[in-house]
């Protein structure tokens, strides 16, 4: 198995302009978890899915990001209008069962940096 | 509130010599307890998890950690470390409340190791 594939590794833009990073799941997992990585403010969740439906996004900053997942396979998160604030690695895992939490497979991350 | 310290930031240490990092919880429960390893420009990947029973929990690469209930504490050691440790390490809980979904992390410890 390919594991979680994140893209782009690097994304750099500039402020107000919209981003999108992507993240495919491990095939056959039915949750998937969007993380942001800070040095200020550490790992933080975001949003998880289950069977592609929204459970918790209350870790969602704010009303510029949001995140859908139109199927199994794919997961988009979307900054717009994009801040240098939101510079961070964004981490996508997946997982399956129940108690998902305890089994999550991570993607090597999204380096986003905004000027 | 409800957190997950670490207490160091950074820890230093010669190849060879013992390890460990610390990890102190506040829930009303004792939660789901984790320790996740980040090499530089990679995702997470899982050491080791304690759910219940034997205090004593063995991991990958060596490690193992002790849940110690009267302390709320879950330290990380390793009896002799190699270079290839040097990393961030992560002490993680996933809360009994949130339908034991959402992973928590502490804000870290950068391991350096000296030749």
């Known amino acids: 198995d390919a594991g979680v594939i994140q893209s782009p590794r690097h994304e750099v833009t500039e402020m107000g302009q919209e981003v999108t990073l992507r993240c495919k799941p491990i095939s056959g997992h039915d949750y998937l978890f969007w993380y942001r990585q800070t040095m200020m403010r550490g790992l933080e969740l975001l949003i998880y899915f289950n069977n592609n439906v929204p459970i918790d996004d209350s870790g969602m900053p704010e009303d510029r990001f949001s995140a859908k997942m139109p199927n199994a396979s794919f997961s988009t998160l979307k900054i717009q209008p994009s801040e240098p604030r939101d510079s961070a690695v964004y981490f996508c895992a997946s997982s399956w069962g129940r108690t998902a939490a305890e089994k999550l497979f991570f993607g090597s991350g999204t380096q986003l940096s905004v000027l | 509130a409800q957190s997950v310290t670490q207490p160091d930031i950074h820890i230093t240490v010669s190849e060879g010599a013992s390890l460990e990092l610390r990890c102190n919880y506040s829930?009303?429960?004792?939660?789901?307890l984790f320790w996740y390893v980040q090499s530089p420009g990679q995702g997470l990947q899982l050491l080791l998890k304690?759910?219940?029973?034997?205090?004593l929990v063995q991991g990958i690469k060596g490690f193992e950690a002790e849940f110690k209930r009267s302390q709320s504490s879950f330290n990380l050691r390793k009896p002799s470390v190699h270079w290839s440790d040097a990393a961030e390490y992560f002490c993680a809980v996933v809360p009994f409340s949130g339908g034991y979904n959402k992973l928590i992390f502490g804000a870290g410890t950068r391991l350096a190791v000296h030749p």
């Open positions: 829930y009303g429960a004792t939660p789901y």
């Open positions: 304690y759910f219940s029973g034997d205090t």
